[in-house]
């Protein structure tokens, strides 16, 4: 039994949450300067010594709440950008909260700006400080633990997650490979030469085999999931006999959690509404003024069991983008999008008119992306499974949105929606539409597929 790699895993443990420790103090700490030299100040009756330790307190319980929620505290598994992009927006929502519960404190509306001076200066010097703990422990953490060396056991098709893994060379380090055609005793004695394994598109019976192999021989184990591997992954424990027994049931939302979902779908689309109307109404503005066409793109989608109905975006391409009527994604540096195009696309304003498909029920705030008919049935000629992402309703962010990207291939959109329809509930709705506001400020995001391609030609 080898214990190197437990050993390992325990020091990364400890070392993350000691990072942890030293990021949320260092927060707490700024506050708690903040609270008694300026917003202690600002209310009409100070609080006693309990009271300043019970608002600190319930800072630190909202900052590790939150930063947790956005994979904040995942040092040395991020890139430091995206780290710090999540504790940041982490931090500025928590500082919303403590500005309007500041308000509510103090009464006086006279107040108001200078309460809100306070926590723009708070939330700057956290964001200078976060950055510099962040930066100092990912840093640390990578000089103390170098990536692993790792076997590549690839199948007969090829795909391109090879490539994506030596793009974070801080993580990951392929040294070797070895097609999965060859004799297992031969694989298992190559093994040994490895820190891990990477079952890269493996057939499942081969893939099991190598499993078993890593598991006898204390490996770490990447692989690329089967859309089977996903709807399993999703089963509850039947503990009724001695045998063991997993149940699928493949049913998604309970009718208590889908009403629920529902009510929130209505009070957040009307807020967003309200909230967004005047950047609506510029947008609107500038796309009729600047080549005279329609404001807004309607288009037939599919949400929940393949039902058709219009989606409503702001029109980003020209008017005549599809006038060969072949549907066809947005490609890399697409000559079809508008100066305007660009920047509502880049910054999501585009999606913004789906508040009106969400409020009418034709789709949901969290769920797989909706797709065309035609684009629908060019990748299920591909991927059959495609269709399983219907099984719930339609939504304008998602798992594929939040950790994919908009050229994702077709099966890994796929498997992405997958994971969600497994997993989907109420609060992984309210992960997603937190994690969302991450994925607005990361631009590798909205990357467009090859020119002329409906991203449908993978395999299964």
């Avoid at 300043?52 to 630190?60: A, S």
Wanted: with cysteine; aromatic share 10%; charged share 20%.
């Amino acid at each position: 039994m080898n214990n190197t790699n437990t050993n390992i895993e325990t020091q990364k443990r400890v070392f993350r949450f000691i990072s942890s420790v030293v990021l949320v103090t260092v927060l707490a700490t700024l506050f708690g300067v903040m609270w008694y030299m300026r917003f202690q100040m600002l209310m009409l009756y100070r609080f006693l010594s309990v009271g300043n330790y019970l608002m600190i307190g319930l800072y630190v319980v909202l900052i590790v709440l939150v930063i947790n929620t956005f994979k904040g505290f995942s040092i040395g598994s991020g890139r430091i950008s995206i780290l710090c992009m999540s504790q940041a927006i982490a931090m500025g929502l928590v500082n919303i909260l403590e500005f309007i519960i500041l308000l509510l404190m103090t009464r006086i509306k006279a107040l108001m700006w200078m309460t809100l001076a306070y926590v723009i200066v708070l939330t700057a010097v956290q964001a200078v400080a976060l950055f510099i703990v962040t930066y100092g422990s990912t840093k640390i953490f990578r000089t103390i633990f170098p990536p692993f060396s790792i076997l590549n056991i690839y199948g007969e098709y090829e795909n391109d997650l090879v490539m994506k893994m030596n793009r974070r060379a801080d993580k990951y380090r392929i040294t070797g490979e070895m097609s999965c055609q060859e004799p297992l005793e031969k694989i298992v004695d190559e093994l040994q030469y490895y820190d891990a394994v990477l079952i890269n598109d493996v057939p499942s019976e081969i893939r099991n085999d190598i499993v078993k192999a890593c598991f006898a021989t204390d490996k770490r184990v990447y692989f690329t999931p089967k859309i089977s591997d996903i709807l399993i992954k999703g089963s509850e424990e039947v503990n009724l006999f001695d045998t063991p027994l997993y149940l699928c049931k493949n049913v998604g939302m309970d009718a208590i959690s889908a009403t629920i979902k529902r009510i929130g779908d209505i009070v957040i689309s009307g807020v967003g509404i309200i909230l967004t109307s005047p950047i609506m109404i510029v947008t609107a503005i500038l796309i009729h003024a600047y080549d005279g066409g329609p404001v807004f793109y309607k288009q037939t989608r599919c949400t929940i069991g393949g039902k058709e109905y219009k989606i409503m975006k702001f029109r980003s391409m020209i008017t005549d983008a599809e006038k060969d009527g072949k549907a066809r994604l947005a490609s890399v540096n697409d000559d079809r999008i508008t100066p305007i195009g660009h920047f509502i696309r880049a910054t999501r304003i585009d999606e913004l008119p789906q508040f009106f498909n969400i409020l009418k029920g034709e789709m949901s705030f969290v769920g797989p992306r909706p797709e065309r008919p035609e684009i629908i049935a060019e990748y299920v000629k591909e991927v059959p499974e495609f269709a399983f992402r219907t099984h719930v309703k339609a939504g304008l962010t998602g798992y594929a949105q939040v950790y994919g990207k908009y050229n994702t291939t077709s099966y890994d959109k796929l498997k992405l929606d997958m994971i969600y329809c497994e997993k989907c509930s109420v609060l992984l709705d309210i992960q997603l539409i937190l994690m969302t506001l991450r994925v607005i400020f990361t631009k590798d995001a909205t990357e467009g597929v090859a020119e002329g391609e409906t991203n449908a030609n993978v395999h299964k």
